[in-house]
């Protein structure tokens, strides 16, 4: 009875989202073309009584710049992070990006169009292909070259996976710990649940290997604080500052040698 009156409550009283599409105001295909973000009086909480998270805070970022956020625990990183999404809604100010103000576009024409690689970036039950493209709107080609890049494999001139997977080099196999044995990473490579498979820090790659088929020209990466090996850690490093040079990248840093060559540092 109890869970019946909270689902009653929920229904009710629940703030809904705002619209995923607004068809008079949809920006163009390929918005955003490159990622010049204008961040004005932004301010936002959690609640109506609730304090401040941000308080009025306005930024410039050119198109392609590499920007590190930094602070202490609770002042506002991750928020910031949520607002180019509308997690959550902002109380006042705004957020424009290519010369569209965020608030104004609907739900879908906004989060289809930037990328987030969260600290555990999510991967489905499937393979590596349907994670990458999940609506199949890309070819093969284009998703071999996108793991390529990301260093999860040597090589893009597949003929077919099965002579592929008997020749070519890869950087990361996937480990089987019930059958205790390696496998390469192949397009119809199964992914368990949670991409349970693979260390976070492969995790990480293939999100960034999805942002790469993407094309997104904004990410908003938020840097895993668990422990990652050596090697995995230069990689997602090489991948920011190679792979994504012509795309703008915000990443909330908890180590500050990851973003000391960054363009700007904004401290919070």
Not at 16 to 40: D, F
Not at 82 to 93: L, N, P, Q
Not at 193 to 209: K, P, V
């Amino acid at each position: 009875m109890n869970s019946v009156e909270r689902l009653v409550y929920y229904c009710d009283n629940l703030e809904e989202e705002a619209e995923n599409i607004v068809l008079e105001n949809r920006p163009l295909s390929g918005w955003p073309a490159h990622g010049e973000i204008h961040i004005k009086n932004l301010e936002i909480k959690y609640g109506p009584d609730s304090p401040l998270v941000l308080k009025g805070i306005s930024v410039d970022i050119k198109a392609a710049e590499k920007i590190g956020i930094v602070g202490r625990t609770g002042c506002g990183k991750s928020t910031l992070a949520m607002s180019f999404f509308r997690f959550i809604e902002a109380t006042s100010g705004s957020i424009v990006i290519d010369n569209i103000d965020i608030s104004t576009i609907g739900l879908k024409d906004l989060r289809s169009n930037i990328t987030i690689i969260p600290q555990d970036p999510v991967l489905f039950n499937g393979t590596i292909r349907s994670n990458l493209d999940p609506f199949n709107q890309h070819v093969d080609l284009e998703l071999w070259n996108a793991l390529y890049r990301v260093h999860l494999v040597k090589t893009v001139n597949f003929t077919s996976e099965k002579e592929e997977s008997e020749k070519s080099e890869v950087v990361y196999s996937i480990s089987d710990q019930k059958y205790d044995k390696q496998e390469p990473i192949m397009l119809d490579s199964p992914i368990k649940e949670n991409g349970s498979n693979f260390s976070q820090g492969q995790r990480q790659l293939i999100a960034m290997a999805r942002a790469l088929v993407q094309h997104s020209k904004l990410i908003i990466m938020d840097e895993a604080t668990a422990s990652i090996d050596f090697k995995t850690d230069y990689l997602i490093q090489t991948t920011i500052r190679d792979v994504f040079k012509d795309s703008t990248v915000i990443t909330i840093a908890h180590r500050l040698r990851t973003v000391v060559d960054y363009d700007r540092i904004l401290v919070m």
